[in-house]
């Protein structure tokens, strides 16, 4: 799949079929947020990937918002060193790995931004780093409807030289 295939199509996966995901693309998964630009060449970012099944299910029970990380073939626990671009580069690099998922047919999510504090201890990450996100992937569940997407008409979020000039 093409890269504006992938933007495209791509949808949050909450529900993940009980099958591993090939360690080849868990590598190019992480191998895609590792290479992705930060600002300054700072990658203030450490990528932990978690496929223990008793590990996934205390992700799951820890992160408020994310459950369904137990039913994760994997979830890539991201770090960040505290910069004025750590967001951003962080960011970045999650929907890289989305992205790279999504383009060989295994869904995932955004699990948090931040108030991620009690999965430090669980995986040995010191006090000075913060947790941004944990994203689980796997393959989904359900039939994914590739591009059905609730978004605004272009017209109504593109202008052209000035905010609110029409973008024809």
Known sequence: MDVFEAIRT???VRRYQDRPVPDELVRRIVEAARLTASSRNGQPWHFIVVQDRATLRELGARARTGPYIAEAALAVVVAMDRTPYSVSDGSLAIHSM???AWAEGVGSNW???GNLEAVK???GIPEEIDVLAIVPFGYPVDAVGRGKKARKPQTAVVSRERFGQPFE
């Open 10 to 12: 791509i949808l949050a």
């Open 98 to 100: 989305m992205l790279t």
């Open 111 to 113: 699990v948090g931004f």
């Open 121 to 123: 201890d669980l995986l």
